[in-house]
């Protein structure tokens, strides 16, 4: 049996959630990046022999940072920093993620502030027929917020995994998780999100 949901990972990468990423820094709460990726990590783990869609769609800028336009905040820190460049190790998958590599789409070519951006991503759902979409991983504010955000306005049901996902800080990761999400998805944890998959897939 087929299954028409998909797991959008975003922005797993060593530059971010690696215990020397360079932006570990600008996130307020290091435990909850610590927490995000076990959580993400079981839940991988729990859907790898599923028909669910695992897709990655790691962030990598080019050299000059030339598609931040603006760059403020978060965005500020990464093209400071040097972050996220293309061929830099800190674009690489964390290490906890590999052992799934070969069940994880990698989407590359990811230039903008959502997951869709000169990407095959949307492609790679319709092709397979996804009508739902959960996402997990960094920044909540940034690519998390646009990637649902698209995700919505394409006509895909969202699931914002709040367990899954990290923001640069508490109260960010608050207001975006109980004011911004809501209004375009379903904003839940892995565990229950688990739960709700097994029995679309069942029924």
């Known amino acids: 049996m087929t ?13 971010y959630f690696a215990p020397s990423g360079v932006l570990r820094g600008v996130m307020e709460n290091e435990d909850r990046n610590d927490r995000v990726v076990s959580r993400t990590v079981a839940l ?16 990598v ?9 603006q760059a403020d ?3 500020a820190a990464i093209k ?8 830099q190790d800190g674009t690489r ?45 960094a920044a ?3 690519w998390i917020d646009s990637t649902g955000r698209t995700a919505y306005e394409m006509g895909f049901r969202v699931s914002m995994l709040v367990d899954c996902i990290s923001a640069r800080t508490d109260m960010e990761q608050d ?3 109980s004011k911004v999400f809501p209004t375009y998805a379903t904003v839940t944890d892995s565990v229950t999100y688990l739960q709700h998959v097994d029995q679309a897939v069942d029924n």
């Open 61 to 69: 800028f080019t050299d000059d940072y030339k598609e931040l336009r």
């Open 140 to 142: 909540t504010s940034i």
């Open 44 to 59: 991988v783990k729990s859907l790898v022999d599923s028909k669910i869609a695992i897709i990655g769609a790691p962030i």
């Open 80 to 87: 400071a920093s040097g972050a996220l460049r293309d061929g």
């Open 93 to 137: 998958t964390i290490d906890e993620l590999l052992e799934f590599s070969d069940r994880i789409i990698e989407i590359p070519g990811k230039r903008g502030l959502n997951a869709f951006s000169n990407t095959t991503l949307a492609r790679e759902l319709i092709s397979r027929d996804i009508t739902d979409v959960a996402i997990a991983g």
């Open 73 to 75: 905040g978060i965005l």
């Open 3 to 15: 299954s028409n949901h998909a797991l959008i990972l975003i922005g797993f990468q060593n530059d």
């Open 175 to 177: 207001i975006f998780c």
